[in-house]
């Protein structure tokens, strides 16, 4: 794969002589896939994503509702963006993980300013993200 000196010919459909577009990132049932097969790209559209649901959580937060809500709506509304294809994308390399497990940490920061991450996750019974994909991927049976 590091050789890039290797010409890939067009992929041409035959009944129209119609060659077919290359792109170099698709997103297929929402898992963004990459030309060079790395998942920088979906991870940050992950990143971005459930960044943008923790403003949720802080509304929450300033109008008075218990942490333990706010992490009710946290498993609903944020987690499941971070978890959704594990099973495909679950070998990520350390630095796309810590960049998800950014955004738990940011949250539970938003429900327990005091504590600390760790004290947060084991407060409301949680596992890192990490932790989560590993167990999730052992749990897939196939058929």
């Avoid at 010409?7 to 792109?23: A, F, G, M, Q, S």
């Avoid at 009710?72 to 594990?86: C, D, F, M, N, S």
């Avoid at 920061?109 to 947060?120: C, D, G, R, V």
């Amino acid at each position: 794969m590091h050789n890039h000196n290797f010409l890939i010919r067009p992929i041409v459909i035959d009944n129209d002589n119609t060659v077919v577009e290359r792109v170099t990132t698709y997103k297929l049932l929402g898992i963004i896939m990459s030309d060079d097969l790395k998942w920088t790209k979906h991870v940050d559209y992950i990143f971005k994503k459930a960044s943008k649901r923790l403003f949720s959580l802080r509304t929450l937060k300033k109008a008075g509702v218990a942490s333990e809500s706010i992490v009710k709506t946290y498993l609903a509304t944020v987690r499941p963006i971070l978890e959704y294809g594990v099973q495909v994308c679950q070998d990520i390399p350390d630095c796309l993980s810590r960049k998800l497990e950014l955004v738990q940490k940011r949250a539970l920061f938003i429900m327990f300013p005091t504590l600390s991450y760790k004290e947060a996750l084991l407060r409301m019974n949680l596992t890192t993200l990490e932790d989560r994909r590993k167990s999730l991927c052992c749990n897939v049976r196939i058929l």
